[in-house]
């Protein structure tokens, strides 16, 4: 099972896709640095915990655009043909859809941490800062629910029809970049910009970071929604039409 | 011979193509997005949008964008239609591959045309409907086939290239998409070049049609033809063969000579036509008063006076250049190094003195959208210095998207070293000035827009009109089809100058009552200007491409804007361009001609005296609630942003940035401080002076002492003073 995931995990890591797309979110998250970042989020200071979770918010759509068209991959023609052959694995199906599961995740964690890396870059450079420590859980409850969920969605989709992934891409780009900003804002780039306005300024003139109940509710059902999807795809196998 | 017959069958297939239809019908309801969620030309809180903007600017550039994916996403699908269906194989053993692609292309770019076509016939009816008086069909179609033609063809040569190099769909699709994204990026904000998917008008004007845009798109189209060509034919050099990949292929494409060579042709053409372009200055992003005082100190420590200057221009409204001769009687030469400013458009072509051909150097460094080029003199006194030049104009980069000069055969408008050159060696006490230009231009002169009036009829469509003018300076210089209104108010005496096309707008809104309102109420809040002479009083129409107004001795400009059908039609605007409107007469009272006010500190200004006595004025035009919505809120909005904003709080790490951002925050403040936030320290003085008839009486007398000539540069102080107050007193929360 190590071999398969270990085989998986390098097919998709030295894949053009994957390559090209890494470098366009590494782009991303630099110009959303120095356009919007920079500024500072809702007044607070460009390396607060608002502005980093804002930063994560911003650039998670792409890393999820990503991953989904690294899914489609495996719900698509040429890997539907393989099939019959891979089937024959000693693996069942949902060892097989964690291996999957996994191997897209570890490629996301990848997508993160070069985006973290150049925030962090960004913050030691222009302001000399080198709290990180701070961040690291907010984000986590940034990412992690997000991964689940939309990699959950994507496999029903893949599912139905191998098409459907990509028309989740208008969906995933039209929640991350045209303005929702409840605590239901999957990404959060929507909710971290408008959410410390709310709240009242402290004597340093910026609002105290708080991880807000509804918000960490929404995180919560999130994860549980797209466990709960990737269970139902485990529970209902495919069955595989032999010739 | 093969192409044309390749070319007819793709054409036939194509359209047999149930997708293409498909395609194309969303093409021709893409501009529908231009009248509701996609409003690319860029109007902003102090020009009204024009109808031509609404009607004609955003429907075409929304269609543009739009189409243009819509075209690309067609073109992907049709390259990878033939490996798809595992056909390519026998495709490319039929019919030569690289005539066959080109085939193909042409074809879409055939029926890309067509639609176009279809597209602007479509929405005439429409459009000629809403903008009625002001419909140019002209125009309205040089619209269609300068920005959105060109720019569906550049859609479909990237993403017809994209997948042909990658030959994946999903991999061409978001290369295709970053390149849209960049076209987007805040990097094209100010560089317009870039912009390949969403070509830029600034503002486009009814009453005076500007094809400014038009020429500026349709350079801009041609640049990434030939770039996008480039990339296309390239392209073609990876195209697989031999069961190659992409390396082997490519290494195999480079000996169809023919390719490489094409492909680096058009990227150097397209690199070469970006780089000599001739529309938008490559200097700084903000104006350089500073430099500016600095030539005219120089000048005026080291300059000899000149007996006589002498001007002859001639514009060409058809090719949009300017071709001058600056002929100077001089008493004594400068020593040493001569120094004259131009726009940067212009090729200096020979200067001479004394008959005698002078060398010269142009020193290309971009100052506010000029150079400096340097001469010197033979030894020999009292000769003629002449300077011949030319060229199209250039517009400095700080100025855009506005359009500060342009030549065209509806409107002529330019300013300062635009026009004649400006001389730091020699002072001429006066000048005389021949201009010719199309004979259906009435033509306005310097800062107070004197109309001209002596011409000679040339029988070839145009007119030499001859002046004097006391300094050897043309500050401002506006031709159109102009007419002059003359009427009067209790006071005064107006010349109401304004755009022919206007005129039934004028005589149906009742304009000339407004105009009379605002004198009326500023005369009596603060008394009369003392440089209306004889109470006489000119108002002058700017075109909408140009930004903001102006007021100077007796006159005044005005926006386009104020006076267009949407805008007079709508009495609940906020904000809006018939209240700039009242702002710019409101100047004649605070600043440019009123008072002019030491505006050092960065608060103090004559723009927030006259944002404040606007929002009087609106406050007793249209109620209280409204001027509170409009201003009072707005104020406290930009007021709070401004003491929030973390570099504001913390100065010390606004060192730390980049300079381009430092001076975004700073432009930033300076705006807020002047507009915003001394209002609202006003507004504070008018409490605690005990109301409003308190705050007219102290504005009353400043203004009245002013007219006496008791102050020079108002001060902040000396406000405080009037007003019996302290800095402390006005401080904001």
């Known amino acids: 099972m190590t071999k398969v995931f270990g085989y998986e995990l390098k097919r998709l890591l030295t894949s053009g896709l994957f390559i090209a797309m890494l470098a366009v979110n590494a782009v991303f998250a630099w110009y959303v640095l120095t356009t919007e970042i920079i500024e500072g989020i809702a007044y607070t200071a460009p390396f607060s915990v608002w502005s980093s979770c804002a930063f994560i918010g911003k650039t998670l759509p792409i890393a999820i655009i990503t991953v989904l068209l690294l899914q489609a991959g495996y719900y698509g023609k040429q890997q539907k043909r393989v099939e019959i052959l891979t089937s024959a694995a000693p693996m069942t199906y949902a060892q097989t859809l964690l291996i999957r599961t996994g191997v897209l995740g570890v490629c996301f964690l990848i997508i993160c941490l070069i985006d973290s890396l150049l925030g962090a870059v960004f913050f030691a450079a222009f302001f000399g800062y080198y709290g990180f420590g701070a961040f690291i859980f907010p984000a986590l409850l940034e990412i992690i629910p997000c991964f689940v969920f939309a990699v959950g969605i994507g496999h029903i989709a893949g599912r139905l029809h191998g098409g459907l992934i990509y028309a989740l891409l208008p969906t995933v780009f039209i929640a991350g970049f045209l303005g929702v900003t409840g605590a239901f804002d999957l990404f959060g780039g929507g909710f971290f910009f408008s959410y410390p306005m709310t709240l009242p300024v402290g004597v340093d003139g910026e609002p105290e970071f708080a991880i807000n109940s509804v918000w960490l509710i929404a995180r919560l059902i999130y994860l549980a929604a797209g466990a709960g999807v990737i269970f139902v795809c485990i529970a209902a196998r495919p069955k595989i039409k032999r010739a | 011979m093969r192409f044309f017959s390749l070319y007819r069958v793709e054409l036939r297939r194509l359209l047999l193509t149930k997708f293409i ?43 543009t964008a739009a189409g243009a994916v819509l075209w690309a996403v067609i073109a992907i699908v049709e390259g990878d239609r033939q490996r798809r269906s595992g056909t390519d194989i026998l495709a490319d053993s039929a019919a030569p591959p690289t005539a066959h692609s080109a085939a193909k292309t042409a074809a879409l770019m055939t029926i890309s045309a067509a639609v176009t076509l279809l597209c602007a016939l479509a929405y005439i009816p429409f459009t000629a409907a809403k903008l009625e008086y002001l419909f140019d069909a002209g125009f309205y179609f040089m619209n269609f086939f300068a920005f959105m033609l060109p720019t569906w063809w550049i859609s479909i040569l990237f993403a017809d290239g994209l997948y042909r190099i990658t030959r994946r769909v999903e991999l061409s699709a978001v290369l295709y998409a970053a390149l ?55 392209s073609l050099i990876c195209r697989r063969k031999y069961q190659k990949g992409l390396a082997g292929s490519f ?11 094409s492909t680096a042709a058009l990227a150097v053409t397209g690199a070469v036509l970006w780089n000599v372009q001739p529309f938008v200055g490559n200097g700084g992003e903000e104006y350089d008063l500073e430099a500016e005082y600095e030539f005219m100190d120089n000048a005026n420590a080291i300059a000899e006076p000149a007996a006589t200057a002498e001007h002859f221009l ?6 949009g250049t300017l071709s001058g001769k600056s002929e100077y009687q001089l008493y004594n030469v400068v020593k040493g190094e001569n120094v004259l400013r131009f726009n940067a458009g212009y090729k200096i072509k020979s200067i001479t003195y004394g008959g005698e051909p002078v060398s010269f150097r142009t020193v290309k460094e971009d100052l506010n959208g000029q150079y400096d080029t340097y001469f010197v003199l033979p030894d020999k006194y009292g000769e003629k210095l002449i300077i011949e030049y030319g060229g199209f104009p250039t517009i400095p980069q700080c100025n855009m998207p506005h359009i500060t000069t342009s030549i065209g055969s509806n409107y002529i408008r330019m300013r300062n070293t635009d026009i004649v050159p400006l001389l730091g060696s020699y002072i001429a006490s006066g000048a005389y000035v021949e201009i010719t230009l199309p004979a259906d231009l009435v033509p306005f002169i310097d800062f107070e827009h004197k109309q001209l009036t002596d011409f000679t009829d040339n029988g070839d469509g145009t007119r030499t009109y001859g002046t004097t003018l006391e300094i050897d300076f043309i500050g401002d210089f506006v031709a159109g089809r102009y007419v002059t209104d003359k009427f009067s108010s209790d006071d005064y005496d107006f010349n109401f100058v304004y755009g022919d096309i206007y005129r039934s707008a004028v005589e ?56 267009s059908p949407n805008t007079l039609s709508d009495p609940n605007k906020g904000t809006n ?25 960065g608060v103090w200004s004559a723009e927030g005296l006259t944002v404040y006595s606007t929002y009087r004025l609106v406050k007793e035009k249209y109620g209280e609630l409204y001027a509170k919505q409009y201003y009072v809120d707005n104020w406290m909005k930009y007021v709070e942003e401004q003491n929030r904003n973390f570099y504001n709080r913390h100065p010390e790490y606004l060192e730390k940035l980049p300079e381009h951002y430092r001076e975004q925050i700073s432009a930033l403040n300076k705006s807020v401080n002047k507009y915003k936030r001394m209002p609202l320290m006003l507004l504070k003085a008018e409490e605690l002076l005990g109301g409003e008839e308190q705050m007219d009486a102290v504005l009353k007398q400043i203004f009245s002492d002013y007219q006496k000539g ?19 007193d006005l401080k904001l929360d």
């Open chain 2, 508 to 563: 149906e809104f009742d304009v000339r009552q407004t105009i009379c309102d605002v004198f009326d109420y500023c005369t009596e809040h603060y008394g009369k200007p003392f440089y209306i002479d004889g109470g006489s009083f000119t108002l002058f129409q700017m075109s909408a491409i140009t930004n903001g107004g102006y007021a100077s001795p007796g006159m005044s400009t005005w926006l386009e804007g104020s006076i």
């Open chain 2, 21 to 63: 239809w498909l395609i194309s019908a969303l093409c021709l309801c893409s501009p529908l997005l231009g009248y509701t969620v996609y409003k690319p030309v860029i109007a902003e809180y102090y020009t009204a949008e024009s109808m031509s903007d609404l009607y004609i600017g955003n429907p075409v550039l929304a269609g």
């Open chain 2, 180 to 234: 849209a994204y960049m076209s987007y990026s805040r990097f094209a904000e100010r560089n317009y070049f870039m912009q390949w998917l969403n070509p830029t008008i600034g503002a486009y004007s009814d009453g005076f049609p500007d094809i400014w845009f038009l020429r500026m798109g349709a350079y801009t189209r041609l640049v990434w033809l030939c770039i996008a060509a480039g990339a296309w034919a390239f």
């Open chain 2, 314 to 319: 001639k514009f060409d409204a058809v090719s």
């Open chain 2, 251 to 261: 290494a195999r494409g480079l000996k169809k000579v023919y390719l490489p060579v």
């Open chain 2, 577 to 601: 361009a018939t209240e700039i409107f009242l702002h710019e007469m409101i100047h004649q009272w605070w600043g440019s001609v009123g008072m002019w006010f030491d505006d050092s500190d």
């Open chain 2, 710 to 728: 008791e102050q020079y540069e108002f001060t902040y102080k000396e406000f405080l003073d009037y007003c019996g107050l302290t800095e402390e």
